[in-house]
T-cell receptor, first 115, second 111 residues
Framework: DGGITQSPKYLFRKEGQNVTLSCEQN?????MYWYRQDPGQGLRLIYY???????QKGDIAEGYSVSREKKESFPLTVTSAQKNPTAFYLC??????????????FGAGSRLTVL | QQQVKQSPQSLIVQKGGISIINCAYE??????FPWYQQFPGKGPALLIA?????SEKKEGRFTISFNKSAKQFSLHIMDSQPGDSATYFC??????????FGTGTRLLVSP
């Protein structure tokens, strides 16, 4: 079955450590996205990528980094510079621009907790 | 101008009742308005979507009502069921790369 796989599902981190969240899709989608979800704040865009080797900052990119070396993969690194990293992270993808027939497909998410 | 304001934050409806969630926007360049449904521990999934050239779209028990002049749109869930208990997000899109999401509504349908 086609879909988006995020790993790990749960992750605990000590303050000052960098962590990398994995996102892999087998939908042959061109565009991939990372969102952060916090209670009462909805989904906020961190980074997005429309093609391989290219990505753009979203609304809350500070303290995060990404890479897009392969079409299928879009890992997110939460760096020690992110002041409040505890959150639910969602990866998404779409065939093209997410409007009209291009439905945004989400993974099941990764919950990061900083101890 | 890029915000989408969603209300209420939470909603409790009895089984068989009508659930109504409202969203408002400012940016008139938005041209696509989807609703996503999210169950606990899962990612959101597209539920229904509308473009501003129509005032209403219905799919089964789910209906979007759209008021272009007021810049508002709403989701109506008819005959609400316990299985509809989830968090619902409205969103808006200009057609350029990214969606803007509302803050979400947690719906609980009591048996």
């Amino acid at each position: 079955d086609g879909g988006i796989t995020q790993s790990p599902k749960y992750l605990f981190r000590k303050e000052g450590q960098n962590v990398t969240l994995s996102c892999e899709q087998n939908l042959n989608h061109d565009a991939m996205y990372w969102y952060r979800q916090d209670p009462g704040q909805g989904l906020r865009l961190i980074y997005y990528s429309q093609i391989v080797n290219d990505f753009q900052k979203g609304d809350i990119a500070e303290g995060y980094s990404v890479s897009r070396e392969k079409k299928e993969s879009f890992p997110l690194t939460v760096t020690s510079a992110q002041k409040n990293p505890t959150a639910f992270y969602l990866c998404a993808s779409t065939r093209g621009v997410p409007s009209g027939a291009n439905v945004l497909t989400f993974g099941a998410g990764s919950r990061l907790t900083v101890l | 101008q890029q915000q989408v304001k969603q209300s209420p934050q939470s909603l409790i409806v009895q089984k068989g009742g009508i659930s109504i969630i409202n969203c408002a926007y400012e940016n008139t360049a938005f041209d696509y308005f989807p609703w996503y449904q999210q169950f606990p521990g899962k990612g959101p999934a597209l539920l229904i979507a509308i473009r501003p050239d129509v005032s209403e779209k219905k799919e089964g028990r789910f209906t979007i009502s759209f008021n272009k002049s007021a810049k508002q749109f709403s989701l109506h869930i008819m005959d609400s069921q316990p299985g509809d208990s989830a968090t619902y997000f409205c969103a808006a899109d200009t057609g350029f790369q990214k969606l803007v999401f509302g803050t979400g509504t947690r719906l609980l349908v009591s048996p």
